[in-house]
T-cell receptor, first 114, second 111 residues
Framework: GAVVSQHPSRVICKSGTSVKIECRSL??????MFWYRQFPKKSLMLMAT?????????EQGVEKDKFLINHASLTLSTLTVTSAHPEDSSFYIC??????????FGPGTRLTVL | RKEVEQDPGPFNVPEGATVAFNCTYS??????FFWYRQDCRKEPKLLMS???SGNEDGRFTAQLNRASQYISLLIRDSKLSDSATYLC????????????FGSGTRLQVQP
C-alpha cells in the first residue's frame, strides 16, 4: 500500500522551544492530510486538517497559533509545535488521504518536552 | 457522549479462542466504517472496512448494523500475534472526511 513517512520519529526538547514535524506521502499526492494526537491509553484525537494551498482547519480546542500547520505541496505537510510545554508531550500522527475513503498513517512522532 | 464508544477491555483469551468486539457510534450521518489495529507505540493500521452486508477476511469478520448504529468484529482461532488494540473508526461524508476513532479495545492472546 501507499507509504507515509514522518520525521523525526522521536524528539526530546526543552520547554519553550519549537518543534517541527514533517509528514510526507511518498508515492501518491495528498491534497488533504490530517494531524492527530494520542495521549497514553487514549484514542487518537484529530487536531487539524491540512489542505494543500490553503489554511488548515483546526478542531475545537486546538490552538492554531500554537500548532502551526503548513501544507506547501501535495506530498508534504508540517506541524510546528511552538513554545512547547510538558503537557504537549504526546504521540503525534499524521495521515494522508489517497482517495475518498482511504487514509494512510505515518509512523508517528513521539514528542517529549522536558 | 463519545462519538464512538468501545469497551476498553482488556480481553484476555487463550490461543485458538473466538473473541468479539463491539462498538457503537452516535452520529447517524456516518457513512464509512473501519476496524484498525494499533500495536503498542505504533501507528494504526487498517484491518478491514465494514459493510452492512458483513465482510470476512480470513479469521476476521466485521458487521455493521446501521439501524442500531453498532459495529462488530469477530476474530476466530486467535493467534498470539493478534494481541493489539483494535480501534473502531467511523467517517462522515463531510468536506474533510476525517476519521473519528474509538478509544480502542485491547486484546491479549495468551499461550
Amino acid at each position: 500500500g501507499a507509504v507515509v513517512s514522518q520525521h523525526p520519529s522521536r524528539v526530546i526538547c526543552k520547554s519553550g522551544t519549537s518543534v517541527k514535524i514533517e509528514c510526507r506521502s511518498l508515492d501518491f499526492q495528498a491534497t488533504t492530510m490530517f494531524w492527530y494526537r494520542q495521549f497514553p491509553k487514549k484514542s487518537l484525537m484529530l487536531m487539524a486538517t491540512s489542505n494543500e494551498g490553503s489554511k488548515a482547519t483546526y478542531e475545537q480546542g486546538v490552538e492554531k497559533d500554537k500548532f502551526l500547520i503548513n501544507h506547501a505541496s501535495l506530498t508534504l505537510s508540517t506541524l510546528t509545535v511552538t513554545s512547547a510545554h510538558p503537557e504537549d508531550s504526546s504521540f503525534y500522527i499524521c495521515s494522508a488521504r489517497e482517495s475518498a475513503d482511504t487514509q494512510y498513517f505515518g509512523p508517528g512522532t513521539r514528542l517529549t518536552v522536558l | 457522549r463519545k462519538e464512538v464508544e468501545q469497551d476498553p477491555g482488556p480481553f484476555n483469551v487463550p490461543e485458538g479462542a473466538t473473541v468479539a468486539f463491539n462498538c457503537t457510534y452516535s452520529n447517524s450521518a456516518s457513512q464509512s466504517f473501519f476496524w484498525y489495529r494499533q500495536d503498542c507505540r505504533k501507528e494504526p493500521k487498517l484491518l478491514m472496512s465494514v459493510y452492512s452486508s458483513g465482510n470476512e477476511d480470513g479469521r476476521f469478520t466485521a458487521q455493521l448494523n446501521r439501524a442500531s448504529q453498532y459495529i462488530s468484529l469477530l476474530i476466530r482461532d486467535s493467534k498470539l500475534s493478534d494481541s493489539a488494540t483494535y480501534l473502531c473508526v467511523v467517517a462522515q461524508y463531510t468536506g474533510r472526511r476525517a476519521l473519528t476513532f474509538g478509544s480502542g479495545t485491547r486484546l491479549q492472546v495468551q499461550p
